[in-house]
């Protein structure tokens, strides 16, 4: 006879200590939840699909972008979704803490972040990768991936019940993808960093992932060399025959920074149609 109460009573314990009650299991919401989206540019961009999703889901939010050039774009979509729109150029000394400060100062807490920025000098995106400049890659490590881990450190004492950290990737930093140059070792690091955050940051209950959404034509994803040509073949390949949608990226992110993936940390995520899966 197999002893089924124990476990029953194991479950139960464990979901109280993280605050679940078994009535009432996480659902994939974010009522209640606070949350910093940084990388609004157009209503292309990621973070903007992300933002659009969370506030469907109930969530409180602050969005960033880039700098006060632009707002032109950025600012009519965060007016569209009723919430601040702070520049932030991650370059300049002080500009992280002062969009943290700011966003805690309107929402009082985190429990969610979003980072969604990446960028390469385009002569160094364009060239062969062993031909990259030093000055150049460096800058694309600092505002691609180094961002991110600043972001954590500045974050994450204003997130006293824990939550989630997701960054933004693609499939280049897993496999030599044509044209996408330089960018796939960063993102190859940035994966990297997000394993070590998750374990560095479990302890306080911060969880952290990476997204990899399939190609979409983003305004940093116009700077790859024939992207066109790219989105062409993922949708040839694609099992789903298909592009992913900027709503699918949304609603991955949403449920990422929900109490339903309590139980995850430290992975990289598709969101690609099934991309990464064909050979």
Known sequence: ?????????LATSLAASLG??????????????????????NEHSIAYGCAREAQRQGADLVASCVNEKALKWA??????????????DVEQPGALQALVDQAVAHLGHLDFVVHSIAWAPLDDLHGAV??????????????????????AKLCA??????GSFVTMTYLGADAAVPHYGMMGPVKAALESLVRYMAVELGPRGLRVHAVSP??????????????????????????????????????????????????????TIYVDAGCHAVA
């Open 130 to 151: 062993i031909d990259s400049s030093a000055s150049g890659f460096a800058r694309a490590m600092q505002i691609s991936c180094h961002s991110f881990a600043e972001l």
């Open 20 to 41: 679940i009650s078994p009535e009432t299991s996480p659902t994939f919401s974010l009522s209640g939840k606070k949350g910093l989206i940084l990388g609004f540019a």
């Open 214 to 267: 399939g190609p979409i034509l983003t305004r940093a994803a116009s700077g790859i060399a024939n992207f066109d040509a790219l989105m062409e073949q993922a949708r040839r390949t694609a099992p789903l025959g298909r592009l992913v949608t900027l709503e699918e990226i949304g609603r991955l992110n949403a449920f990422l920074c929900s109490d339903a993936s309590s139980g995850m940390t430290g992975q």
């Open 1 to 9: 006879m197999t002893a089924t109460a124990p476990t029953a009573s």
């Open 75 to 88: 600012q009519p979509l965060s007016q569209q979704l009723g919430i601040p729109l702070i520049p932030c």
């Open 157 to 162: 004492p204003h997130m006293p019940h824990g």
